[in-house]
């Protein structure tokens, strides 16, 4: 089983800004291939440095969340600074988060294996707790030796 534990987290607030997936959920490739084409135009045209400028902390969120049946993935920093004409306030739920630390050569392979060990192994092996939707978040920390690290960070319920 992989590494994680269960925290009781405060309400939050994430400034976004977000863009659609159009690949299928299960299509793993195309969905990375999505987010990390976005991430790379978010960080060379600005937008990500303009978020940054207004965070209250060092860190940078890549958030998924389903919005009127679409797949929105977002690039956010918490705040609480009131947000760009373009952004989206992602209200994260007080309560118990599934929490997976991991560090990665970059911030898409660290979101990459976060990912795949929260959906690919814990919640599946999960047998008293599970996800039930609401916004989830990989949060990029900082980096040390090299390596960017990092935790994902999943709202769940009790079963």
């Not at 978010?42 to 860190?59: C, E, M, P």
């Not at 919005?67 to 956010?76: E, L, R, S």
Request: proline share 3%; net charge negative.
């Amino acid at each position: 089983m992989a590494n994680y534990t269960l925290k009781e987290k405060e309400s939050f607030t994430v400034i976004g800004l977000g863009t659609e997936l159009k690949s299928d959920y299960t299509d793993f490739a195309g969905v990375n291939k999505e987010k990390s084409d976005f991430w790379q135009a978010v960080s060379q045209d600005g937008r990500l440095d303009t978020l940054k400028s207004i965070a209250t902390n060092d860190y940078i969120f890549a958030v998924n969340e389903a919005v009127n049946n679409k797949m929105m993935h977002y690039a956010g920093v918490m705040t609480e600074a009131s947000a760009p004409e373009e952004a989206r306030v992602i209200q994260f739920p007080k309560g118990e988060y599934l929490v997976v630390k991991g560090e990665g050569k970059t911030a898409d392979e660290l979101n990459n294996k976060l990912t795949g060990i929260a959906f690919g192994q814990v919640l599946p092996e999960a047998k008293n707790f599970a996800y039930v939707g609401g916004p989830n978040a990989t949060v990029e920390m900082g980096q040390r030796n090299g390596l960017v690290f990092g935790e994902m960070w999943i709202p769940v319920v009790r079963k």
